[in-house]
Each structure stands twice: as C-alpha cells, then as structure tokens.
C-alpha cells in the first residue's frame, strides 16, 4: 500500500456492518472531510492495517 502510487482497484467486497458501526464510520468520514465511504473504508483499514502491522502487542482482533 504505497500513497505515492494509484493502484487500479479491480476487486470488490462485501462486508456487513452494523448501523453503530456505520454511523461512527460516517461521522469519521464527516470529520475528516473523505469524499465517499468507499474511501473512507479504504482510509480505516490502511490506518488499522499500518497500526497492527507496526505494533509489537500482537494481534488485536476481536468480533
């Protein structure tokens, strides 16, 4: 995931979200000024991604 380069984005996914989740998603999104949820769903996951990937707790994944 390199912010300098613009990947073709040629796969899609389905995820199901809750409507808390959804409307903390859209007041994040609100705040930040991203123009769409799609980007704003990419910008979570770089920034979880980036945050797991640099820390040495270990995995933080709950449902």
């Known amino acids: 995931m390199d912010g300098h380069r613009e990947e073709k984005r ?3 996914q ?3 979200l809750s409507d808390s989740e ?3 998603l859209k007041d ?3 705040g ?3 123009p769409t949820m799609a ?3 990419r910008e979570a ?3 979880g991604l980036e945050k797991e990937l640099t820390s040495d707790i270990g995995p933080h994944f709950r449902e």
Request: glycine share 0%; hydrophobic share 60%; aromatic share 10%.
């Open 28 to 30: 994040w999104q609100f």
């Open 14 to 16: 389905q995820i199901m």
């Open 39 to 41: 980007a704003a769903i």
């Open 45 to 47: 996951l770089r920034i």
């Open 32 to 34: 930040n000024r991203i």
């Open 22 to 24: 959804i409307e903390i």
């Open 10 to 12: 040629l796969n899609r």
